[in-house]
């Protein structure tokens, strides 16, 4: 906040006193007002509560198979308020421009900032988010393998609302039932999403030297209509470590070699919009035709990891 030093912070009469605007054009917050006003006669609160929690579970049913679970929730909680008051203000220079035979209203400003106003807005978030997963390993001789399926699911609930009314004529009650009923505005918004996704693995080496893996999940989500709402990913990697062959070992200067080549494709989902397939009351958009899972196929054809050691001197 600005204010020009030269002009009185009170009045005589204890009123705020305010800018001459009688010589003073209003170009800019220094000669347009007196900082005391929003000091002592706004008010605004805000209110930010977050509440996290979290629970995990583990459960060994056999050596080679084992089971967990996740839960996460975040509920956020906003809350905000604004008053502008409505101070008793006048010319700083008033009582000599009465006598200089000015207009009364020309001078004693009660009414520059209008009547008091109150805005209130509130809004919630809750997600949640369960998650389980369960894995089996197995070991014969030089035969390694590993297997994993899981479900994830996340879900998001989102609510605004915000109201205002104007015409408050007491700078001491600070409810909406004490402004004008006819100048309220109201407005407010909800949105929910969700994905639920289903994927498993499976990997397979013999003896730490040819490796395979393969990997498939399912994925669905609320952005897309009943026809795209869900979308099938796999992929799968095959890998050769050649230091573990014998004609490697002769080479002591490169510790680790493997060869990897792999293949898939990813999903997206992520819009700007929680609804884009389908029309909104008031809402400007435009309808999108055939909103599905953008699908990216990718090929990593060969991946060449060298470790040399030190050279003995």
């Known amino acids: 906040m600005r204010a020009n030093p030269l002009n009185p912070a009170y009045n005589s009469d204890g009123t705020i006193a305010m800018p001459d605007n009688t010589t003073l054009s209003y170009t800019g917050q220094v000669q347009g007002e007196n900082p005391l006003t929003k ?7 805000q209110k930010n509560n977050n ?11 056999f050596p080679e198979l084992k089971v967990y679970a996740y839960f996460n929730a975040n509920v956020q909680l906003r809350d905000y308020s604004e008053w502008k008051g409505c101070p008793e203000v006048k010319n700083w220079r008033y009582e000599e421009l009465l006598a200089e035979g000015a207009d009364m209203e020309d001078v004693i400003s ?5 009547n008091g106003s109150l805005k209130m807005s509130s809004a919630r978030d809750y997600r949640i988010n369960p998650y389980v997963q369960m894995e089996y390993s197995k070991s014969i001789g030089r ?7 899981a479900a994830s699911y996340e879900a998001t609930n989102y609510d605004y609302f915000d109201t205002s009314r104007g015409k408050y004529i007491s700078n001491y009650v600070h409810i909406l039932d004490s402004g004008d009923p006819s100048t309220v505005q109201n407005s407010s918004s909800m949105t929910q999403y969700a994905i639920l996704s289903q994927f498993g693995r499976v990997n397979y080496d013999f003896a730490d030297k040819y490796l395979f893996e393969f990997n498939l999940r399912r994925d669905g989500s609320s952005r897309f209509g ?3 709402k869900y979308g099938i990913f796999p992929s799968f990697s095959v890998g050769w470590v050649l230091t573990q062959e014998n004609f490697m070992k002769k080479i ?12 898939g494709q990813l999903g997206n989902q992520y819009s700007s919009d929680n609804f884009p397939y389908i029309a909104k009351i008031g809402y400007d958009g435009n309808y999108v035709w055939g909103m599905r899972w953008q699908q990216a196929l990718f090929r990593l054809l060969m991946v060449i990891r060298i470790f040399t050691g ?4």
């Open 143 to 149: 035969h390694h393998m590993r297997a994993m399926v």
């Open 51 to 61: 509440i996290y929690g979290n629970a995990f579970l583990s459960w060994d049913i």
């Open 110 to 114: 009660d009414g520059y900032y209008g």
């Open 39 to 45: 000091m002592l006669y706004n008010e605004i609160h």
């Open 226 to 228: 009943s026809n795209f």
């Open 252 to 263: 002591p200067t490169i510790n680790f070699l493997k060869l990897r080549a792999s293949w």
């Open 310 to 313: 030190r050279l003995p001197m």
